[in-house]
């Protein structure tokens, strides 16, 4: 095997053990309480880590990010706006756009939706309410190459938030 291809392995190796190190604690790091009521532990954890690190929904779903004096990009420590995490009503395309809650519904379902329904929101971007329609704003075209393990952690992290209204902008 020639060294370029055996750093690669070797770095994916140390990316997903850094990963999964992370995962192991990423609950407590979570930045909303969490529901963990008949849901796998080891789901939510990693499912956490997939929509608050790699997939990083809040930045999209969530219409104030950061609490005010905690913005990163200002050098500031940063600390998540829980009074408005994942609970979508950001706007987009002149406002003709808005992005989905994501937090449980009444039933518990995140944003309203079935696994089989999240699943094709993520897979084929089709709009939950109109399946003849695509996103356009979601970058399914990305998340649709996640496996299902993946996909299921990230309901199941969902289902464990905390269910908020969206804003009203």
Known sequence: MNFLLRSMMTGLLLVSSSAMAIGTTIISTSPV???M???SVASVKWGSY???GI???GSCHSTVVYKTGTDPFKGQPVEINTATYLSGGKKYANNTITSANLTPDATGKPAGLTFDQFRNVMRKGTDPEDATKLIQVHPWPIYKNMTNADLKAIYEYL???PSLEMPVL
Do not use: E, H, Q, Y
Request: charged share 20%; proline share 7%; net charge positive.
């Open 33 to 35: 309480p969490l529901d």
């Open 37 to 39: 009521t008949g849901k």
């Open 50 to 52: 997939l929509v608050n």
């Open 55 to 57: 997939a990083n929904c």
């Open 159 to 161: 289902r464990a938030i």
